[in-house]
C-alpha cells in the first residue's frame, strides 16, 4: 500500500528545487526529484501573495487531497513539490486536479 509522506524540512525542498526538474502552467509549479527510495514524498509552498489564509490552507488541502486520492498516478520513489501561483485562488476541485495532472504530464518520464 502506498504511503502519503510529507516534505518538512526546509533542507528537504532546496534539494528538490536545485536538482529536481519543474514544469508549470498559469496555476502551478510542480518539482520531481528521484528520493532514492520507493515511498513518493509532496511538499506544498503558496505564498502570501496568493492570498489570505483561509485561502492558502483551501488550495494546500485540495491539493493534498488530489494527491492522497491518487497516489497511483504519482511514479514511485520521487519527491514532489507544488507551488501555487496567484491566479489559482478562485479555482475548484475539479480544476486544480485538471491542472495538476497537465504539470505532471509536462515532466513526462
Not at 510542480?30 to 506544498?44: A, D, M, Q, T, V
Not at 519527491?79 to 501561483?85: A, C, E, L, Q, T
Request: with cysteine; proline share 3%.
Amino acid at each position: 500500500m502506498a504511503i502519503f509522506i510529507p516534505l518538512k524540512k526546509n533542507s528537504e525542498f532546496k534539494k528538490v528545487y536545485t536538482r529536481g526538474k519543474s514544469a508549470a502552467n498559469r496555476y502551478l509549479v510542480l518539482y520531481k526529484l528521484p528520493n532514492g527510495g520507493s515511498e513518493r514524498r509532496f511538499g506544498y509552498s503558496i505564498s502570501k501573495k496568493v492570498g489570505k489564509a483561509v485561502c492558502r490552507n483551501r488550495l494546500r488541502r485540495i491539493l493534498k487531497e488530489i494527491c492522497r486520492l491518487n497516489l497511483n498516478r504519482f511514479p514511485d520513489g520521487h519527491d514532489f513539490i507544488f507551488i501555487v501561483r496567484q491566479s489559482s485562488c478562485d479555482q475548484e476541485y475539479n480544476q486544480l486536479e485538471k491542472h495538476v495532472w497537465h504539470v505532471l504530464g509536462r515532466l513526462g518520464d
